[in-house]
DNA sequence: GTAGGGTTAG
């Protein structure tokens, strides 16, 4: 058996051949002239045949080849046959009827007769099918070739279909003579990693006598995708000679699993080693940067996109990308510039756009941009419409966005989503309409998740409303029971009404739950580049001395411009005198009053916080925009806040 | 015939 399988697969003749050779070895003094003749221009009608096929459009000029074929003596070539079906197969004809009576007509129908057919039957999905044949294709002893094998997994793959794929990788170890043959072990190793298996993969992978790029890849691609960044780096470093795609896999890797840092380093390495990059290592170290907020790090990557012969300038997928990074990085300006520089703009550019003003709460701009886009030929999507709800909740465009609303689904076919209803709850319960913003929630034909009662708790914190708040916060605590962000929320909810025993019980269930609250922590670069990190009450850094000064007399001048501490911002039971000074250490105030100090007049300072701006950071920094003179931009885990002499972009409402 | 990708609201 083993011995049959491994003569034939590696044929490469077909039966006419095989025909002549018998005509040869019976008279071989005879035909041999004749033969070498007939061959040479059997060989030329063959090459005539493929090229014409190559090039055919419809079914007549394909019936027209099939004519010349039975008409010459290559009416039982496989090799053209096999050609005639894959060319009716690209033009996306069924197997059925007739490239199958095609096939059924030859007599020794060879490997790649057989594999143009079974790839037919993948395509339409007709797995059964295609396994008949295989089998067919086995009893006649009659390959099978590698890539039978291969697509065969592929369609086990993509169907997850693991007992078949299981039953055909040990067809694989019975024909034994695949060891050579890479792809049928790397297509083996997709096969279990899309099934679920990545361990199986793992498995085939260390038993494969050889290995290449593609075989590590695919396992380092897979541990990325399940967020085991540690198993991807191992494998990374061991794996011998890294080729572009692997490189790409691991920056990507990092981005998506929000480790932006490593991200980028990794780029810089892969730039340092010498191998090219393309458009979509870009797109894995752009996200990073979004993810990042650095404005230092968007430049330099704008350059290296606009230097790279893929990633060009005005390339529609970096493009869009590099949309999302600037408005991620707080320069909604630079954003729409690469949007206007784009020679082609798609649903991605436009959604990007409208989500970066939204985001900036540049409502007008964003609206007036969808309008723009509806006279285009480009269709609005499901994610538009979050940028565009989005845009009339930043804005308190409550009317508005319920037009919005309705037209999605009236002129566009869009069924509201979960997510489409959490903008509405956030526009209403922003606007302060919290009980239509709780209607909505119980009364959508869609069951709520937890971003839908997030958005009403956030709501409630903004309008100061426990009773709400505590109903949301209930349907979270089941949903996500391990989200700290909520029990922050409800406490700072009772905080504010003073409702300390409340507070308290909260706090209670946090620690019964063994959640402990996320340090705040604020971050702002200098000049030259350096990061500079700020927790909140945090005294290490070396001009603390200064920063603290500065703030001191900051918040003098403030005071005599008739600011007074938010101390309902503090959520904890003490004294005013506390509150005040736990005020004065929030890490956001301790960034800006190194900023003032660190940076020149007059010049933007720029902010990142990762949990939400408190109220009295939000007043004190709109205060010190006035004042000093500064553009300051804030990002905060929600959005974006442009302070512009004593006014914040978010009109107070995030 | 095999490996990598952009926008999502609290």
């Known amino acids: 058996m083993v011995t049959l399988s491994r003569k034939f ?39 005539q045949i493929v090229t014409t096929l190559d090039g055919c459009k419809n079914l007549t000029q394909i019936k027209q080849v099939h004519a010349r074929i039975l008409l010459s003596d290559l009416e039982q070539s496989c090799y053209v046959l096999a050609k005639l079906i894959r060319t009716l197969i690209k033009l996306n004809f069924p197997v059925d009827p007739y490239p199958r009576s095609i096939f059924n007509r030859v007599k020794y129908p060879n490997p790649f007769l057989y594999n143009a057919l079974i790839r037919g039957y993948l395509i339409e999905e007709r797995l059964n099918e295609s396994i008949e044949l295989y089998s067919l294709m086995r009893k006649e002893g009659a390959g ?13 793959g993509a169907k997850m279909n693991m007992s078949l794929g299981r039953q055909i990788h040990g067809q694989t170890i019975l024909v034994g003579g695949f060891d050579e043959d890479l792809h049928v072990g790397n297509s083996m190793i997709d ?21 290449d790029v593609i075989s590590w890849t695919e396992l380092i691609s897979a541990y990325a995708k399940t967020g085991n960044m540690e198993s991807a780096g191992e494998l990374f470093d061991g794996l011998p000679v890294k080729d572009m795609v692997a490189w790409t896999v691991m920056v990507s890797g990092f981005a998506q699993n929000a480790k932006p840092r490593e991200a980028i380093m990794v780029f810089e390495k892969m730039q340092e080693s010498g191998v090219e990059t393309d458009e979509i290592t870009l797109l894995g170290v752009i996200s990073a940067c979004a993810q990042l907020g650095a404005a230092k790090y968007a430049d330099w990557i704008r350059d290296v996109a606009e230097k790279s012969e893929f990633g060009g300038k005005h390339s529609v997928v970096v493009g869009s990308a ?52 509806v006279t285009t030929e480009i269709k609005p999507n499901r994610v538009t419409f979050i940028g565009v709800l989005t845009a009339c909740s930043h804005a308190g465009m409550v009317e508005q966005g ?37 209607e909505l929630v119980k009364t959508m034909p869609i069951e709520p998740h937890g971003g839908m009662w997030g958005a009403l708790l956030g709501a409630c914190r903004i309008h100061k409303s426990p009773d709400i708040a505590a109903i949301a916060a209930n349907h979270l605590f089941e949903l996500e029971p ?29 620690r019964a739950r063994g959640l402990r609250k996320n340090p ?37 001048r403030l005071e005599a411009k008739g600011y007074q501490p938010h101390l309902s911002s503090v959520p904890y039971d003490v004294n005013d005198e506390d509150k005040r000074r736990i005020l004065m250490t929030h890490s956001e105030k301790l960034a800006l009053a ?13 902010i990142v916080k990762n949990v939400r701006i408190c109220e009295d950071c939000h007043s004190v920094i709109c205060g010190a925009s006035q004042i000093m003179g500064r553009e300051i931009v804030v990002r905060d885990i929600m959005r974006f806040h442009h302070f512009h002499d004593g006014i914040c972009s978010c009109g107070n409402f995030w």
């Not at 076919?413 to 922003?430: E, F, N, Q, W």
């Not at 100090?597 to 933007?604: F, K, N």
Request: hydrophobic share 40%; aromatic share 12%.
């Open 9 to 47: 697969s590696t044929a490469t003749s077909d039966s006419l051949t095989y025909i002549s050779l018998k005509q040869f070895s019976q008279n071989p003094q005879k035909s041999t002239p004749f033969y070498q003749i007939q061959q040479q221009q059997l060989e030329h009608l063959k090459s």
């Open 144 to 156: 099978p070739l590698s890539f039978t094998f291969a697509a065969l997994f592929k369609a086990c």
């Open 191 to 211: 096969m279990y990693i899309k099934c679920g298996f990545l361990e199986f993969g793992r498995k085939v992978f260390d038993e494969m006598p050889k290995r």
């Open 322 to 373: 590099l949309i999302d990074m600037y408005s991620k990085c707080g320069s909604v300006g630079d954003a729409y510039r690469v949007f206007q520089g784009m020679k082609e703009r798609n649903v991605y550019s436009y959604s990007s756009m409208i989500l970066g003003f939204a985001m900036h709460g540049r409502a007008h701009d964003a609206m007036k941009l969808f309008d723009e886009m």
């Open 402 to 438: 319920w037009q919005i609303f309705e037209l999605m689904e009236k002129c566009y076919g869009i069924k509201p989503s979960a997510d489409h209803y959490t903008c509405m709850v956030d526009l209403l319960g922003r606007a302060g309409r919290l009980q239509e913003a709780h």
């Open 482 to 510: 391990y989200c700290i962000g909520n029990y922050v929320l409800l406490a700072n909810v009772y905080a504010s009404c003073g409702r300390w025993s409340d507070v308290s019980t909260v706090r209670k269930l946090m």
């Open 520 to 556: 705040a922590f604020s971050w702002i670069e200098s000049e030259k580049g350096m990061v500079h990190e700020f927790f909140s009450g945090d005294m290490t850094h070396p001009r603390s001395g200064e920063i603290k000064q500065a703030l001191e007399d900051l918040l003098e």
């Open 594 to 606: 190194f900023g003032l100090i660190s940076t020149l007049p007059g010049s933007e300072i720029r």
